[in-house]
């Protein structure tokens, strides 16, 4: 019986080396429909390292915030055990080229009325091995493995999301301190405006219109303010939230003033094929399809015959010292081929066919989007940076123009509707070039992710060590 095993074993184990199924090749730029260049203007020139892009707002307080944002966010602790789960089967897809093999041991003691008593030891295992003849296992083996890596990929994606979301609130924070202070400047002004304005009416100089009007302007003013202290602890509560700590666990120490991040003044955005590379997203996805193409070998596998070995072997005997004088066994080799099973195996192949081809269509899909961040990012920022410049020219010339409204008034040479015209002018100029300073940055966070920025591409992403 050896032999025959033997022969079976050295017929078939050679076809171990074949794997059914397609091969898995990645797509060309070409293909996934990467244009050359960017639309959007932009710098040109080699995309920095922006593993750590926030450094680059140049503002240490956000550094802080967005390192604390990555070591405790909990949806980059949910990441983690999903990468952990994935590369445990990964572990098990790879056991299964291996043996089965279980060992037991036994005792018993039989009585026996008037003779005695009888020991009875025993010693066996059992082995099972089913050979990878059409490569099924290694098939599996390659989807598993794919599949870690795109979770590994998902954890970077989550760490970039983090990131770049505890930046956009850290802004807003200093946006809204912005808005609230010059709310509240305006709101001086007014009450000095609305003070003259009661003097002359007193003095009956004018009517009582140009207080009313002045009281007016004041209130709405005035009503801006709860609205911008409650966008204001919002994003407070959202940072805390975003470092997993309670919502106004930052609150603080981010109560002090401070001014919006300006960033750097243009960011090197290399060429489009630079996201394939560096955008965990698509590198994701690209693994996806990897997978899933491997998952259709798995698939066409169980059409073709199937080689399983077993084995035991055992002792028994009366007394340990014994137990090994006679050793029983045997080995089974057999093979099993599918015959008959109303096409259910062959559409689980054509199902599979079409997640492939469905995880390709997903791939091109991330590779345009991310893409389109980055056109989107490039024409935000180009528009914030003419916004900004206009506005800074709006304030200055809103700014002169309320300064002489208000002596006019005082002085008698023009009416409160001049002045609340003005300083209403000024308001919004203050108001629009602080949100524009805040665009620019916001358009700096979403071209840096947009990018890929926020992990390193070179590395392989891992879980922290227990």
Partial sequence: ????????????????????????????????????GYASVGARGTLPDIAT?????????????VDRARAGNLDIAQAVARLKQAREGLVQARAALLPTISGSAGYSRTLLDGFGDRDNFSIGADASYQADLFGGTRRGIEAARAGEQASGFDLATVQTSV?????????????????????????????DNLEIAGFRVQAGLVSSLDQEQARSQRAQT????????????????????????????????????????????????????????????????ERTLAASTAQIGVARAALY????????????????????????????????????????????????????????????????????DVENALSSLQAAKDRQREFIVAQDAANAAAILARSQYRAGLTDITTLNNSETALLSARNGLSNARADRAQALVALYLALGGG???AAAPQPPQD
């Fill in 53 to 65: 892009w926030w450094t680059a707002l140049g503002d240490p307080e956000l550094d802080a915030i």
């Fill in 305 to 372: 015959p199937a080689l399983a070995i077993t084995g035991n072997i055992g002792t028994s005997a009366a007394s340990l010292g014994s137990i090994a004088n006679v050793i029983t066994g045997g080995l089974f080799a057999g093979l099993s081929q599918l015959l008959f099973d109303g096409g259910r195996t062959r559409s689980r192949v054509r199902a599979q066919e079409a997640a492939a081809e469905g995880a390709l269509a997903a791939y091109k899909s991330t590779v345009l989007l991310a893409l389109e």
């Fill in 1 to 36: 019986m050896r032999s025959r095993v033997t022969m079976l074993l050295v017929a078939v184990l050679p076809l171990q080396a074949c794997a059914v199924g397609p091969d898995y090749r990645a797509a060309s730029p070409a293909l996934l429909g990467v244009p050359a």
């Fill in 455 to 457: 992990w390193d591409p």
């Fill in 163 to 191: 990131a770049a979301e505890a930046a956009r609130n850290y802004i807003l924070v200093r946006q809204y301190q912005a808005s609230l202070g010059i709310a509240r400047d305006s709101l001086r002004i007014q009450d």
């Fill in 222 to 285: 005035a009503a801006t303010i709860p609205s911008l202290e409650q966008s204001y602890a919002a994003a407070v509560n959202r940072l805390g939230v975003l470092t997993g700590q309670a919502p106004a666990a930052l609150k603080a120490e981010l109560e002090a003033t401070k001014p919006i991040p300006a960033g750097p003044e243009m960011v090197p955005v290399g060429i489009p094929a630079d996201v394939l590379r560096r955008r965990p997203d698509v590198r994701s996805a």
